[in-house]
């Protein structure tokens, strides 16, 4: 019999392999989505700082939109947002609506 | 040359963590315990080790910061007692479970409330489940031997677990008695050069410690601690016999005293031991054929060893020195577990004695051996767990 897989287990729970979480896509977690209106974006990429994961997809500087894969939803990125004129740049929106 | 010395159980402590010379200590003042991180403290501030010593807030933060250094790949200790080691508690099962092998002296003490600051066992017997290691010291000798042996079988790499060497708070931390130190040469030989297992400073080799483990690993982990455990005795009689050469001490699982053909045993853990010898020995001289058992490593325990030491006794009284209210003693739940298997198994007492620092004196074991010749006379048992010691 070969040896049980629990033995081959990395001893204390280490992860050994470096930025795995790459595999595992948390945005299911997400009840309300950010949505982004580039109508309003000036572009100051606070979003992008704030955003507790790396959700905010940035190209050349600019704001490109998110990656929904990871982002989970909390919100953050719409309450820092500036926007412009007073109009958010950044929505929640109720997944599934 | 070892040198005989007349010091008290902290400053025996004190000096084998300052031969081992640790990389990092994270430790909070708690009586009895504070005297020998004080003198540790010392040596740091001397330069007689390298040792990093973090000043923390509270327990609970020292042993954060042990579990921080070990993970980042350093050799660590601490030390604490009582309150400090219940503020510990969430912390040393994530020790554990992480697998870090950090040793901590514990100077026992009883639990508040009332506050006490005196020697009992309940500290160390309420963490007896978080996945530490134990040894227990009977004097200071015995806690100089055990933490240096510590080192060895916590950084084991078959185990790599933290060890809790546990010594009597005041009854030993605070008297002085004959010690024999080893040279320092032979201490840092005999522990070696520290070697890390995945440590999180090796940054070409970037790793993360404590993830969430949901159910779908979590029991197999739990599993694996287990399986570690398994390993534990026979590393620390290895350690033991590689100690009793440059010592000439011999340690092993328990100490058997006069047990061999011994009809009344008497079962308990540390300093008390000492007094019930001399009481053995006078029931010795009368005829009688008492003995003693007393466990030196109690996590994970040797139910199979204990049994077969036990195997020929008539009864036998477990002394614990730390209450399970509402149940029996921690060491008796422990000695009748092992002796269940046993074709002929002895009758089994409980007593527990000397909470919060109350003397355990030679006619308290008397009383012990007598009513345990009572019972194998009658063949019957009155009452199976009651307090010794008790003022009227
Ligand atoms: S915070 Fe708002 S305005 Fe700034 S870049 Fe992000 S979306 Fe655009
Ligand atoms: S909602 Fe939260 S996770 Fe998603 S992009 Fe905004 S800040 Fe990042």
Known sequence: MSEPFWKRLTPGSVILEAGNAVEFKTGSWRAFRPVWKEENCIHCLFCWMFCPDMSVIVEDGK?????????????????????????KAIEMQEEGK | ??????????????????????????????????????????????????TEMILVESEHSAMSACIGAAAGGGRVITATSSQGLALMWEMLFIAAGDRLPIVMPVVNRALSAPLNIHGDHS???GARDSGWIQLWSENAQEAYDNIIQAFRIAEHMDIRLPV??????????????????????????????????????????????????????YHEYKRAQHEVMGRVKGVVLEVASEFEKISG??????????????????????????????VIDHYRDRGIKAGLLKPR??????????????????????????DSFGAYGP????????????DKRPFLINKIYGLGGRDFLPE??????????????????KTIKEYIGVRE
């Not at chain 2, 060491?331 to 046993?342: D, G, N, P």
């Open chain 2, 249 to 278: 001490r011999r340690y092993g699982l328990f100490e058997s005293y006069r047990l061999e053909d011994a009809d009344l045993v008497m079962v308990i853990l540390n300093s008390a031991a000492g007094t019930a010898k001399d």
């Open chain 2, 164 to 217: 809790m060497v546990c010594l009597d708070g005041f009854i030993i931390s605070h008297s002085i008695e004959r010690v024999e130190y080893l040279d320092d040469e032979v201490v840092r030989e005999f522990v070696g050069e520290y070697r890390p297992m995945n440590p999180l400073l090796d940054v070409d080799n970037p790793k993360s410690y404590g993830p969430l483990i949901l159910p779908d690993l």
């Open chain 2, 123 to 125: 500290d160390a017997m």
């Open chain 1, 63 to 87: 704001m490109k939109g998110f990656n929904y894969d990871y982002c989970k939803g909390c919100g953050i990125c719409a309450l820092e947002c500036p926007g412009k004129k007073g109009k």
């Open chain 2, 297 to 322: 490593l109690f996590r994970p325990f040797p139910y199979e060893e204990v049994a077969e030491a036990l195997r020929n006794a008539k009864a036998v009284a477990v002394l614990d020195r730390a």
């Open chain 2, 364 to 381: 308290h074991a008397g009383q012990v051996l007598e009513e345990l010749k009572e019972i194998v006379e009658t063949g019957r048992v």
């Open chain 2, 1 to 50: 040359m070892a040198r005989v010395v007349a010091v008290t159980g902290n400053e025996a402590g004190a000096e084998a963590l300052r031969q081992v010379n640790p990389d990092v200590c994270a430790a909070y003042p708690i009586t009895p315990q504070t005297d020998m991180m004080q003198r540790f403290a010392g040596f740091v501030s001397n330069g007689q080790v390298d």
């Open chain 2, 331 to 342: 060491l008796f739940v422990e000695i009748t577990s092992a002796t269940l298997h046993l």
